[in-house]
C-alpha cells in the first residue's frame, strides 16, 4: 500500500474501541468465532476438511519452512514435463506450471526450486499482480512460488510486463515458479515459458512409495487394475502405506477413496426415486442434523423442486381411499443406501445424528449432482439455501458449500454473492464468512476464497466489506496473514465504507493470530510502522487518529479463553517485548486514549499472573521496555495516573502494575542520573 493511497482515502472518523463501537458488532463477532471454533475445530467434530488438499491452520505464504521442503520432497515423483521445467527454469530464472487444481504444482514448484538452490524458500501470495511481481525485489539465490496465481485478463503489454518480471528476477539472482490453473493462449507470453503439469504415473508413485517391499510388481499389477481414471495422487500415497505397513491390497483399496467414488455412482445408476435424490443432497448441506431438524428441511426443499421441476401427473393419479402410510424414516437408512446414523454422546446423552456412512459419500454425491442435475435443479437448490440460512444452519451448509466448491466453484460464489451483501440477512454473511473459512483449509481452494474476500472488501458493498474484514480476522487471515493485516488497514483508513467496526476486525486478527505462532507480529509490525509515519508532527491528523485506535484495539484484544492477547504472545515470544513497548508507549502519551490505554494494560497484568509462571520478572521487563520507549517528560505523568487509577480501583487492584512501575522509575532514574 502506498503512501498516496492512503493518503487520498482517510478514515472519515475513528473512534476509541470501548467507547463508541458498536456492542452488537463486537457480539456478532464473537458469536461467529465461538460458534466455529467449537464445532469445526471440537474434537471428532463432523465438520471441516478431509481431503488430500487439506493445509489446516498454517499460513500459506512466507518463508517456507525446512521441515515442510523436507516432507514435500520426501519422496517425489517427477512427471512428463519435469526436465523441460527445469530446463526454463536454469535459462530464464522464471517458469510457470500450467495445471488443474490440486495436481501437485506446488510440490513440484519446490523440488523444481530445490534443483537449483538450497536457499531459503519463500511463498508469494496468490493474487500478487505481474505488475507487483515485476517491481519487488528479491534475495539473491533464494526461489520464490506463487501457488496458483489469479492470472490477470491478457493485454498488450502483458508479454512486456512477464519480460520485466524475468529480467527483474534474473538480475536479483533469484528464481521464481509461478504455478496457476489458467492456460496461457499460444504465443501470448513469449518472454517466460509455460509448461503443462501434470501429475507423475501412479504406478512410478507406487513403486517409490513401496522400495523395499517384496515383490512390488506384483503388488502393483493386483492393485492398478482396480485404479480409476483421474485418480488423484493422494489416494495412491494412502493406499501405498497401507500395503507398505503389511495390509493386503484388496483389503487397502476397501479403505481407498476410489471405492466410495464407484459406490456413489452405482447408487445414483440404479434409478434413484426423486426423494431418495433429495434426500442426499439436503444432507450434503445438513450433515450431522438429528431427524427431527432433517425432516422439514427435506420437506421444504421437495416444495422448492416441486415448483421449479414439477412431477408430471395423470389424471388417474387421484389418492386412494386406504393409501398406505410409507414408513420414509427407516427407508432413509436403508442398508443399501448411502444415509446412516451417528449417535454422539453430548452433556451425558445420546444424540442421533445423520451422517453419510462413509464420510467420502459426501464429496461424490455432490460430483455426481452436479453432473446429472440441470439448470432447474440447482435453481430450486439456492432458494432453499437461501431461506433454511436464516434458520442457525450456517456451519452444515458452509460444509458442503466448501465441498461443491471444489467442484463448481463458480455456483458457489453465486450463492455467497448474496449471502456476504446482507441481503439474507447476518446470519448468511456469517455463513459466508464459515464458506471461505473452510475453503481456507484447502490448499487448493485457499486462493480463491482469498481472491473472494479481497474482491468484496475492495469493491463490494458496505455489507461485503464488513463480511470480508471478518473473514480476514479468522482462519482466511491465518492463512494469509500479511494480506489481512494489509487489506484490513486499508479498510480502516475508508472505514465510512463498512458497515460494521473494522477496528474489531484487525482485533480479532491479532488475536488468533497470537496463539502458537509467531505470525501475529506481522500486525505489530504493521502497527510499528504506521506509528513511524503517523504519529509525528505534520502527519495527517485523521490517519494518526485512526492508527492510535488501531493499536489500542489490538492491545485491548482478548484471546478465545478471555485472556490478554498482546501479554500472551508477549509470554510466548518474550523477545518480542520491545515492539509491544514502542505500541503501549504510544498509547499512553496520547492523551485521548491514555486511560483507555492504562485500563488495557491493567487488565493484561491481571492476566499475567495465569499466563506466566514469572509474572513479576514479565512485568519488569516490560516496564523497563516501556521506560526505554517513552519520552523521556512522559515517565512521571504517567506514573501519577498510573497511581490514581490504582488509587480508584482499591478493591481490585493488580499488584504486578507496582512492579511495571517500580522497573519504568529506575529505567527512568537512571537515565536521569547518566545525563
Known sequence: MSDTDEQTTPAQETHPPGQQASKTDQEKLNHTIINFNGSVRAEGSTFGVSNENAAGRRRATGKLDHTDITEALRVYVTPHRYDDAVAALAADHVVVLEGRLGNGKRTGAIALLRELTDRPLYVLSPVISLKQLAERDYKRGCGYVVVDRKTEELTDETDFTWRTVRDRVRDDGAYLVVTTTATAKKNATEAVQHVPWEQPDLNNVLRAYLVGVADVEQLIDAVSGDLPDGCRLADIVELAARIASGEDPKAALCHFDASSEEYV????????????VLEVTALAFAVGSNVR?????????EGKLATSMPVETSLDDSPKLEETLPYRRRALVADDGLIGIDRVVSDGATQRELVFKVSSYHRYVLIELWERMEVAFWDALHEWLDEIVQDEHGLQLADGLAKLAEIAVDEVSHVLESWSDGARGWLAQTAATY???LMSYNEALAPVALDT?????????????????????????VRYPHEAANR????????HTASGDVFLALSELFATLSGGTQDAEIVLTMLDGKLTRFDRPGANMQLRAATISSVLAVLSARTHTGRSAAFAFMCEFPDKTDILARLWAAVLRHRPSRLRAITALRNGLNDLQTLSSEPVEKARLLG?????????GEHESLHGDFANVQAHHRKDAVPLVEDLLAALARIHQGTRETT
Do not use: C, M, Y
Request: charged share 25%.
Open 265 to 276: 455412482r452405482e447408487w445414483f445408476d440404479k434409478g434413484r426415486t426423486r426423494r431418495e
Open 293 to 301: 431438524t432433517f425432516e422439514p428441511l427435506l420437506t421444504r426443499l
Open 435 to 437: 464458506v471461505l473459512w
Open 453 to 477: 474476500a479481497i474482491r468484496w472488501i475492495s469493491r463490494g458493498s458496505p455489507a461485503q466489506r464488513w463480511t470480508a474484514a471478518i473473514t480476514f480476522s479468522g482462519e482466511l487471515g
Open 488 to 495: 484490513l488497514w486499508h479498510l480502516i483508513t475508508q472505514s
Open 624 to 632: 523497563e521496555a516501556l521506560a526505554n520507549a517513552l519520552p523521556p
